[in-house]
């Protein structure tokens, strides 16, 4: 197994073999490559599907194991005292994860014994070829607690070193950290630097016993014991099994965790998929296999499907599966779910967490781990695994590391990717998958702050275009493609319909030109655009600025219909009849079919404003923050006639300048309730019919 995997090294390297390698740098190699090989026969190995659990009772805890000989007495320092109290009263803050640590602490065990075996074919003879197994017995009468493993086990020395000394980098640079992780407030600091999870078990332990046998040649077997006060004693023990075992005997507020049941639901949450089986009084407990380590062709659909309601904790199935691995930046192995039931009211409007769990070599860090993809990504369910990832000692909490901000940036944007490659080879799923979870995806551009992914996210959005029919929808890089190139911008134009949108007075000039226009139907659709800006080297654009802009920079020629004078003179009294309401007023050339339009500088930031504000304050207010721009088109038969009438009846000239500019207002969207053209409009009709 070593020269096979020393083969791949030496390819994946691209040196030949008979160039020597570094010896830590192939130990490294050799052990990670093995890791994955367990993993994988390990649930190859147990079964094809979801495995189930083991009628058949198998334990291998038996009360064989009696201290022999004088024991030892060894002494804590004085400041490792201090640190057994900080670890078993203050670290942790919940108690139940003493039993995670410990059965993280005998996997541990499981897979050095299993490298050795691997990577050494003369170490068999040692090594032995029992079982790699975890065993757990409860006794709820005795408030006792044992869990035992098959695995590399301890030496003397070793056990002094392990179990005899916390904080082996050092004592005092320990408690240095953790005054200053202390007086900062911000234990996170401390993460993972230590390895003092054994000493989680004082939380609720009077006495812990550890017997152990090191899997070398004569080695002896040994018993550790303490009652966590400052002091510790070793002795030799007969019959003890190689392997290590540890016996916990229950404070009487802890008797829980000498329950069966209490123990399943604990191994259930943070040990499932842990990569050894572990029996709890001789019945299997780990029964769900760790889906995210096989290979994706190895996996059916059911499996799939069951995973996914046992992760998710739902009942639906996915629709969109991503398996992902890989090494560079970072060591990831992910399996994410997209589900296929459509997101309820609830989900879309309130903050929900994350429904991704970190893991680190399948053991749980993390439930619903909300700094593993940002929250617009919260409908994904699923796992991601890292073996890179800083952990504190209780392993609850990331650390606020760029590590960790990497891990988020190179998940996101797998996401996206595969998004991407769905929408273009599952054309009509992934439309329906837009249609529920879109909203998400429009969130994501108005909350990330990276442009890169703001635009990557983009590719995702769908609309309506002037240029397909009705019901066919269009993506951004679409549109790009058929940009003519002396064309810098990307428009769009927010209206209810389709229909609407084509009648809108805003759109007729582009129309007239053959601008292909992207339609947005949703109120929110243009401040994703807005908040977007730019498409690569496009400009998202409004065809209600476009047209201010070109207002501005237009001169009003083609007036034959109407003199320069009649124009001055309308404009002169419209100013008189909508003070502090219009802010500037101006002949436009570019209406054709319409009398009259209204502009602002920010068409859907305004918009947005008259949704969420304008009820805070009054009219006059409202119409100062808007600065509306009021521009009539001097060729349309309305404006002519309205020209005459204020001459000749300034009263009805004055109602219809009103209603002309207040419907303009009521189309453009800067007026919320169009109740408000009723009494102006009947006024209008009443003095209208007076004159006939």
């Known amino acids: 197994m070593a020269t096979a995997l020393r083969l791949r090294l030496a390819i994946k390297l691209g040196k030949s073999l008979s160039r020597p390698l570094s010896r830590n740098f192939e130990k490294e190699f050799l052990e990670r490559q093995c890791q994955r090989l367990s993993a994988n026969s390990f649930v190859r190995c147990y079964s094809s599907q979801t495995a189930t659990k083991t009628t058949e009772n198998h334990n291998i ?5 009696k201290p022999t000989g004088e024991a030892v007495k060894h002494d804590f320092q004085s400041e490792t005292q201090m640190l057994l109290q900080i670890v078993a009263k203050s670290l942790y803050s919940d108690k139940e994860v003493f039993v995670r640590e410990l059965v993280s602490n005998a996997s541990d065990a499981l897979e050095k014994l299993r490298y050795i075996r691997l990577s050494d074919s003369d170490a068999t003879e040692t090594a032995g070829d029992r079982n790699l197994e975890i065993h757990i017995a409860t006794d709820k009468q005795n408030r006792t607690l044992t869990i035992q493993d098959t695995g590399i086990g301890m030496t003397r020395e070793e056990l002094i070193s392990h179990l005899g000394t916390i ?9 240095e950290k953790l005054k200053e992780s202390q007086s900062s407030g911000d234990t996170s600091q401390i993460i993972g ?39 510790y004693e070793i002795s030799t023990a007969d019959g003890v099994q190689p392997g290590t075992k540890i016996v916990i005997h229950m404070k009487v507020d802890c008797r829980e965790f000498s329950d069966e049941v ?24 780990n029964t769900i296999q760790p889906l995210w380590m096989l290979d994706p062709k190895d996996i059916t659909s059911l499996q799939h499907a069951e995973f996914y309601r046992f992760i998710g904790n739902c009942f639906d199935s996915p629709r969109f599966i991503l398996h992902y691995t890989t090494d560079v930046p970072l060591s990831i192995r992910a399996l994410l779910y997209f589900p296929e039931e459509r997101p309820g009211l609830f989900d879309l409007a309130r903050d929900t967490t994350s429904g991704v769990s970190l893991y680190c070599r399948k053991v749980l860090i993390k439930s619903k781990a909300e700094n593993i993809l940002p929250k617009w990504l919260r ?22 590391s760029a590590l960790i901000g990497k891990l988020r940036s190179v998940i996101t944007m797998r996401v996206l990717k595969f998004l991407n490659e769905r929408s273009q080879k599952q054309v009509e799923d992934y439309n329906k998958f837009y249609k529920d979870y879109g909203l998400f995806l429009k969130e994501g551009i108005v909350t990330s702050h990276d442009q890169n992914e703001k635009e990557e996210i983009s590719k995702l959005l769908r609309f309506e275009s ?51 226009v992207l339609f ?42 109407i003199n320069q004078q009649e124009i001055d003179d309308l404009i002169a009294h419209m100013r008189k009849v909508l003070p502090k309401k219009a802010y500037d007023i101006k002949m436009t050339t570019r209406l054709e079919s319409h009398p009259c339009v209204v502009t602002v500088k920010d068409m859907a930031a305004a918009r947005h404003f008259v949704r969420t504000q304008t009820h805070q304050m009054d009219e006059e207010m ?21 020209s005459q009438l204020v001459k000749s009846d300034p009263k009805l000239a004055d109602l219809l300048i009103q209603q002309l500019f207040m419907g303009s207002m009521v189309g453009a969207g800067l007026i919320e309730d169009p109740r408000i053209l009723l009494t102006p409009m009947n006024e209008l009709l009443t003095l209208a019919l007076e004159k006939h």
């Open 622 to 642: 409202r119409y100062s923050v808007l600065q509306p721009r009021f521009e009539i088109n001097p060729n349309h038969a309305l404006i002519k006639k309205l």
């Open 167 to 175: 904080a082996r980098s050092g004592s005092k640079a320990f408690l």
């Open 379 to 400: 409908f994904i369910k699923g796992v991601v695994d890292s073996e890179d990832i800083p952990l504190n000692l209780s392993r609850e909490l990331l650390q606020n």
């Open 193 to 231: 630097q230590f390895g003092v999870g054994f000493y989680s078990v004082f939380m609720v332990a009077d006495k812990v016993e550890v017997f152990t046998k090191s899997y070398k040649k004569d080695a002896e077997g040994l018993c550790w014991s303490s009652d966590g006060s400052g002091t």
């Open 61 to 65: 805890i038996k009360d064989t194991e």
């Open 262 to 285: 209490t123990i399943n639901r604990i191994i259930n949450k943070y040990s499932n998929f842990v990569g050894s089986p572990i029996f709890v009084n001789g019945t299997r407990a």
């Open 466 to 516: 002037s240029a397909m029919p009705s019901g066919e929808l269009v993506s951004i890089p679409d549109y790009c493609k058929r940009i003519p190139e002396e064309q810098k911008n990307i428009y769009y134009l927010s209206a209810p319909s389709r229909v609407l949108a084509e009648q809108s007075p805003y759109y007729e000039s582009l129309k007239k030109r053959n601008v292909e």
């Open 520 to 561: 947005c139907y949703e109120p929110y659709d243009e401040l994703v655009l807005m908040q977007l800006r730019q498409y690569k080297s496009y400009s998202l654009t409004s065809v209600e600025k476009e047209m201010r802009d070109e207002s501005e920079s237009s001169k009003s020629d083609n007036l034959n219909l």
